[in-house]
């Protein structure tokens, strides 16, 4: 697939999945009350975590395993066949789990396990489609991902479908749009099963486990183990800031907050794009030890994601309060400062580049994990605090903090290990973008 395709593909499905996450967030702003906004922002940040950590870091260390496997659908029947094991062994204990927390839901035993459902599904769809991405079919990458920014065409349009209907009806509830999530994740997985890629399901244990090469299943395994907590704390430290706020703050915090933190990651969009399909190109420099090439195709990539997110910086500081207002009603419209702020707080990110991702597909994993690791935990506690003292805005402050200084701590990371620069060409004619094809 060309670069053309490949962009055209990613500009589309993060169009689709932002527009979609905002509808959805809009339509329940504006339709439920602010308890019941609140409590759908707690549920969507709680669902990526656990399916996080069903995945098991099989997505991403399929990125880096397949350039060295020459057979990728044995690969990644392999491991499909791994998932499933670690759902059956974890799957007591998961339960017992939620049951400890079922609170959360509110007594609601339907809206409990259209939520487990979700995470299933979702679990299995992430690990498929990050094959796709892999082995450079990023259409069916952005058709079927169960991400919640990068895509997800599938679902997204299967969702908004019921969404609509459910407006039309009048039944647009909290459970109607979680028992919608779950039906179209299902479906979504059964267009690929009896559509496009029903082998991958071929389950045939009559195979041995091969994940490399050599077939070093440990090596795989152990790579996995590590992506898995690192990219399970990446997805807390995204989402712990919804939970220490419903924790610490009201019911009417939360719903404040939430909008200010989903408007401002917009600047992240053209990050994003590109982010997409760089895993295969950088673990391929990298496992060839063409550091030159890997630093100007970095630095390549970075320039085009510099320049547009500044763009969509700009725009955002200067309609803020009207997006705001459109998006979320007249009583969000008191948070166009904080919002402003926040929005700022991703320059160090757009500057810097992707330079945690880029740990990862080199293999620093435990240098990735350790730094995420020692951010959350200050994070939560700096967060408990300051939102107990200043309530949601609290939670902003720490967050803008951290926001800062973490990119700068990779970045710093990045030329000490790596040796070499993420820095966009300032001059953007020095960009090589045709490198992405390499």
């Not at 490949?6 to 439920?32: P, Q, T, Y």
């Not at 400890?100 to 690990?127: A, G, H």
């Not at 995420?372 to 967050?399: A, E, P, R």
């Amino acid at each position: 697939m060309n670069l053309n395709n490949n962009l055209f593909w990613a500009i589309l499905g993060r169009a689709i999945a932002i527009i979609a996450l905002l509808l959805l967030n809009s339509l329940v702003a504006k339709n439920l009350n602010i308890e019941d906004f609140a409590f759908f922002n707690l549920i969507m940040s709680i669902i990526p975590s656990f399916f996080m950590f069903l995945a098991f870091g099989q997505d991403v260390t399929s990125s880096k395993f397949l350039p060295s496997h020459k057979n990728k659908n044995l690969h990644i029947r392999n491991v499909l066949k791994i998932f499933f094991l670690i759902l059956t062994i974890l799957s007591m204990p998961l339960i017992v789990f939620f049951n400890d927390f079922i609170y959360f839901f509110r007594d609601n035993i339907s809206l409990f396990f259209s939520v487990i459902f979700i995470v299933l599904f979702s679990s299995i769809l992430r690990i498929i489609s990050d094959y796709f991405r892999a082995t450079n079919r990023f259409k069916y990458f952005i058709l079927f991902n169960s991400t919640r920014s990068s895509g997800g065409l599938v679902i997204w349009g299967l969702l908004l479908l019921q969404i609509f209907l459910l407006l039309f009806l009048k039944q647009f509830s909290l459970e109607n749009i979680f028992y919608s999530y779950a039906l179209s994740s299902f479906l979504t997985l059964l267009i690929i099963l009896f559509i496009k890629r029903y082998s991958l399901f071929r389950l045939t244990f009559k195979n041995k486990f091969a994940f490399t090469e050599n077939g070093n299943f440990k090596k795989f395994f152990k790579s996995s183990l590590f992506i898995a907590s690192s990219s399970l704390l990446i997805m807390i430290k995204s989402d712990h800031d919804f939970w220490i706020v419903s924790a610490f703050g009201s019911a009417n915090e939360l719903a404040f907050y939430a909008p200010i933190i989903k408007i401002a990651v917009l600047v992240m969009v053209p990050l994003s794009i590109f982010e997409s399909f760089m895993p295969r190109n950088i673990s391929n420099f990298y496992y060839n030890n063409d550091k030159i090439i890997l630093e100007r195709y970095i630095r390549s990539i970075n320039t085009y994601m510099f320049y547009s997110s500044f763009v969509f910086l700009i725009l955002l500081l200067f309609f803020s309060k009207s997006i705001l207002l459109i998006l979320f009603g007249e009583k969000f419209v008191h948070l166009d400062f904080l919002l402003k702020c926040v929005i700022l707080s991703f320059l160090p990110k757009i500057i810097c580049g992707p330079c945690g991702p880029i740990l990862v597909l080199t293999r620093f994993e435990k240098i990735n994990l350790l730094v995420n690791f020692i951010f959350l935990l200050l994070s939560m506690i700096i967060g408990v605090f300051l939102t107990m003292k200043f309530g949601f805005q609290g939670m902003i402050y720490t967050y803008i903090i951290g926001m800062i200084l973490i990119n700068i701590t990779f970045y710093i990371i990045v030329i000490k290990k790596l040796k070499i620069n993420t820095l966009p060409y300032f001059n953007f004619l020095k960009a090589d973008f045709s490198m992405i094809n390499k």
